[in-house]
């Protein structure tokens, strides 16, 4: 009898994981306010969640959705080949990923938790 391959929160990236949640950027700490404790909607998010060797900064298993903060390094041309082939990867394993730039926590916070709420939904 084969074992089936773990794909979420793999064992190797523990201690990788750990440290992202411990070295959150601002944008990050500021929009987990929102989702932790099932805040939104009644939603539970994860943290640093990974799929396979990826980590996605939150990560809601109910829906399949994973969200992404994007700060400067995501805009250059290797960050967003990188950005794209990694959602695509992603979206083969049936989850959605919805992006959102450092600043938009920070300056509309309204509109990303209401983005968030709608596909949640769709």
Same mark, same amino acid.
């Given at each position: 009898m084969s074992r089936k391959?773990?794909?979420y929160n =793999? $064992?190797?990236l523990k201690v990788f994981r750990r440290e992202l949640r411990n070295e959150?950027? $601002?944008? %990050?700490?500021?929009?987990? %306010?929102?989702?932790?404790?099932?805040?939104?909607?009644?939603?539970k998010?994860?943290?640093?969640c990974s799929v396979d060797n990826f980590i996605l900064d939150f990560y809601c298993p109910k829906v399949k959705l994973g969200i992404e903060l994007d700060g400067a390094d995501h805009y250059? %041309?290797?960050g967003i080949i990188k950005d794209y082939e990694r959602t695509e990867y992603l979206n083969?394993?049936?989850?959605? =990923? =919805?992006r959102f730039e450092n600043r938009d =926590?920070?300056?509309?916070?309204?509109?990303?938790l209401e983005e968030i709420k709608r596909r949640l939904v769709g």
């Open positions: 391959k773990q794909v =793999i $064992p190797q959150a950027t $601002p944008a %990050e700490v500021v929009l987990w %306010e929102y989702l932790k404790g099932k805040q939104l909607d009644g939603y998010f994860r943290r640093q250059t %041309e290797s083969q394993k049936g989850i959605r =990923i =919805i =926590i920070f300056e509309h916070i309204d509109g990303v």
